[in-house]
């Protein structure tokens, strides 16, 4: 039963939707606190914002968390792939953070390393594509950027959300300076049931 869940979960369906949002978690292997490190959040957030660039997608709210990352994004091509978006946030810090510990702290490679045959891969992100909810309300929408503000401050790692750093919580407050810009929340999306569509 384990691994027929486990299975299920590695394949999952993505429901790519036009107009809905997704709210979007991944975490890290083995709940290791990758994101305890200024560097390993900067490659995320260059990661998102090269992938923002060339997929076409709003990033309405973020939160980076020592072992996890919440993002909610909008598409704007009808035609999107949400495997895609994915792969392209998550791959590019996996590899940059997978290739300074085999450069700078090699005696960790054994503790995200998983052998395949005679073939030994690195693992930064636990496996499968991650939690991948979409947002059709504009209630749904505001409790879950509330959410993942709010999880530093429930993690007990600050008094006040605005206060974490690594999130778009400032910005939503008085539009300060912080390290991933986030987009506007479309005006339609706030006016009324099923997105205004």
Known sequence: MASESHKLRRHRKNFNEPGHAHELTF??????????RQRTCEWLVEAVESARNSLSFDVWAWVIMPDHVHLIVHPHNPQYDMAKIRRLIKEPTARKA??????HDPEWLSKIERKRGSRSEYLFWQSGGG??????????????IDYIHENPVRKGL???ATEWKWSSARWFVDHSDVPLVPDQVHPEWLEGPNLGL
């Not at 939690?131 to 879950?144: A, Q, S, V």
């Open 27 to 36: 975490s890290c292997y083995q709940g290791f606190p990758f994101f305890r």
């Open 98 to 103: 997978v290739a300074w510990i085999k450069e």
């Open 131 to 144: 939690y991948d909810r979409n947002i059709t309300e504009p209630e749904t929408l505001l409790k879950m």
């Open 158 to 160: 600050t008094t006040r």
